[in-house]
């Protein structure tokens, strides 16, 4: 039996554990040995699928007290803007690879134990809502055409596990700079052969000032934020091979962007249930059900010259949305060379904005009301076969049915008349995702690998009906979105010798129907769909790009000798916009908010009494705008971390993000005034182990 506590996760981890899905312990130790190497059927997924062999996958160690943190240690994955969860709108979080951004809103599916995790209105991440969980992997699978992981995933799929079947207990808090507090707690028990768990977070600090330092103004201040969760999650055997698996997790988040007005709130429930047979001999089969609800709320301010006022412009006091959705998957027994797996899922996203604006101090003059609902249902196959040993051949393909329907858009007076009542047609269509690939093992150190796919996005419920606000910029909605449909290709080499692993791939994509923020005008003006726009502000629309052209090549590198291990990661991206029409003058520029380059490396040890990490990232330049006028200076930061222990059972802990306080950019608004990410952060804190 494993007991620990842990105060204070560290900036890297000081071991990466290797999970099994075996069902026994006959390697293990006996009880009251410590083993990082060690634990028995810590997730409830079906077996791994041969597919992934010729995949370009990414394990992520699981080495920072937010998720978002361990993902940064992707070279190549980003979210819209460079700040992270606690001073970033929510609504900026989308996540994407290889790219493929332009707008906000994720082009890269998350999933948690097959359960997609975005929004269901917005399609961003609620990161804190993941800070609370239990988990076992952090996977990044690059590339579309995934068919069995769902609709969406044009950019790859993330891949969250949680742990079972183990004892542990963690509990534990840190302090850091600005009266910062990161609070965890968590219980897994084994139950005979079942396993509970309950956990939870709480995140808290005063923040700190956004704007840069000689651009700041009376209105500016620090950006508090306050964010918690908690989550439950029972697993029952029903048989030998057979769990019941049933999770639920709640979590609030509220954040303020440094000046009155600003304030954002974002909450909610997740609940599924899920069963898993894993059976060695006949049918492997997964079925799943789940539920999301969310409720978000958003002010916006215009700020007035010189940063010295601010008015209340837009109050989107209430944005709720339902996902729902249900997924089966099946194995049929084909043998020792080949693999098929059958199944079909569904999803449904239900949400409206509910707004006031046009306000003369703080009463609103008018009121708005938009929203609709979309459903996705898909049927996917997918093949692996070996003709001879070491080479793999896969083929798989999808088809989905989607519908958006009931959309409205409804503006009235306050207390007075109605200023249009929009009702838009239900739309529907047929969309397909395939992907081809092969794997070679050449050699016991060196793997081939390539593959060619197809996928598609269908727009959010917020690129189809929610207007938002960025300091004086303003976009609108767009109701007449088409699909995103992707096509691409992609070859890879892995070499591993020892202690050493490297592997290399170079892609090229090309996303048809790009949405992007389109800038359509300039202040002063009323505009349609967002209001009034100041002066130094821009109007932009959703809209439907030609495409965009994304190439390039990541490579990721290990090494580990004892108690010193190494982590390196290179992401190069040549991304061009093609464009026609009301978008034309974009033909040729980058996409907003994607860099050329990606790097990061990093070094931990972890001997018997001292242990310590470096990691060292860099993100090159990129355009705040689409019209690529706006530019971001790159960024190289690091952070560190040392721990000493103090007894068998206690470790002491220092780290600091962006230790050399380095700039980083994050946006540039109309006027030219500059918003960083986080400065540099130090952080203490205790680890117990039993």
């Given amino acids: 039996m494993r007991f620990g506590a842990v105060l204070c996760l560290p900036l890297l981890a000081m071991a990466t554990p290797a999970f099994s899905q075996a069902n026994n312990s006959e390697d293990c130790p006996p009880d009251g040995t410590i083993m990082v190497s060690c634990y028995i059927t810590v997730t409830g997924n079906l077996p791994t699928a041969a597919v992934e062999r010729t995949e370009s996958i990414t394990e992520v160690p699981i080495q920072q007290s937010r998720l978002e943190g361990s993902l940064a240690l992707v070279a190549g994955l980003q979210q819209f803007r460079r700040s992270d969860a606690r001073s970033a709108n929510p609504t900026s979080q ?26 269901p209105f917005g399609g961003w991440i609620s990161w804190p809502g993941y800070d609370a969980l239990n988990l076992a992997n952090i996977r990044v699978r690059k590339g579309a055409g995934q068919v069995a992981s769902g609709a969406g995933a044009i950019a790859g799929v993330i891949e969250l596990d949680s742990k079972q079947n183990i004892d542990e207990l963690d509990a534990g808090i840190a302090f850091g700079s600005r009266n910062s507090v990161d609070a965890k707690a968590s219980l897994l028990r084994k139950l005979g052969d079942g396993t509970v768990s309950l956990s939870g977070s709480y995140a808290q600090g005063d923040g700190f000032i956004p704007i840069i330092a000689g651009q700041r103004g009376a209105i500016d201040r620090p950006a508090p934020y306050e964010q918690g ?48 047979n894993r059976t060695t001999r006949g049918w492997q089969w997964s079925a799943l059900a789940y539920l999301q609800i969310r409720d978000f709320s958003n002010r916006f301010g215009a700020i007035g010259a010189g940063r010295n006022s601010v008015s209340l412009t837009l109050d989107q006091y209430s944005v709720p949305s339902t996902g729902l959705g249900a997924r089966i998957e099946l194995r049929p027994p084909l043998g020792d060379r080949a693999e098929l797996r059958i199944g079909g899922d569904w999803r449904r996203t239900i949400g409206e904005t509910n707004e006031d604006f046009f306000f003369t101090g703080l009463v609103p003059g008018r009121n708005r009301r938009a929203g609709g609902k979309t459903d996705t249902v898909g049927a996917f196959a997918e093949a692996s076969f070996e003709p001879t040993d070491g080479l793999t051949l896969t083929a798989g393909g999808r088809m989905d049915r989607w519908n958006i329907s009931d959309g409205f858009r409804k503006e009235v007076n306050i207390g007075g008349t109605v200023r249009s009542d929009d009702v838009f047609a239900d739309r529907s269509g047929w969309e397909g995702t395939g992907r081809a690939g092969f794997a070679y093992q050449a050699s016991d150190a060196l793997k081939l690998r390539g593959a060619a796919y197809l996928g598609w996005r269908l727009p959010t419920l917020n690129e189809l009906y929610r207007p938002f606000r960025v300091g004086a910029d303003a976009t609108a909605a767009n109701e007449a979105l088409a699909p995103e449909r992707l096509k691409g290709a992609e070859l890879g080499v892995d070499l591993e010798s020892g202690d050493f692993q490297i592997g290399a791939t170079a892609f090229v994509n090309k996303l048809d129907n790009a949405i992007a923020n389109v800038g359509l005008g300039v202040g002063p003006g009323n505009f349609p769909g967002v209001g009034f726009v100041a ?123 962006n230790l050399f306080d380095a700039r980083v950019e994050a946006a540039i608004g109309g006027d030219g005034v500059i918003e960083r990410a986080t400065p540099r952060t130090m952080w203490a804190g205790l680890t117990v182990e039993y």
């Fill in 535 to 657: 002066a130094g502000g821009v109007y932009r629309q959703r809209q439907n790009l030609d495409a965009i052209d994304s190439k390039g090549i990541e490579i990721d590198a290990s090494y580990t000798a004892q108690e010193l291990s190494v982590r390196a990661g290179y992401a190069y991206v040549d991304a061009a916009v093609k464009a026609s029409g009301a978008a034309r003058s974009l033909n040729g520029l980058r996409p907003a908010q994607v860099p050329r380059h990606f790097a990061n490396i990093g070094f931990s040890y972890d001997g018997r009494s001292f242990s310590g990490t470096v990691t060292a990232r860099y993100v090159g330049g990129q355009f705040e705008d689409d019209g690529n006028k706006r530019r971001l200076d790159s960024a190289f930061t690091i952070d560190a971390g040392i721990g000493y222990r103090l007894s068998s059972k206690f470790r002491l802990e220092l780290r600091a993000e």
């Fill in 94 to 119: 989308g996540v994407t690879l290889r790219g493929l951004g332009g707008n906000a809103s994720s082009r890269a599916i998350l999933i948690l134990d097959d359960v997609p995790q975005a929004d």
């Fill in 229 to 276: 969760g908690v989550a439950i999650r029972a697993v029952a055997p029903l048989s030998d091979n057979s769990e019941l698996q049933a999770n639920m997790r709640a979590f609030t988040d509220e954040r303020d962007r440094g000046f009155d007005f600003s304030d954002s709130q974002n909450s909610g429930v997740d609940a599924s249930l899920r069963l898993v």
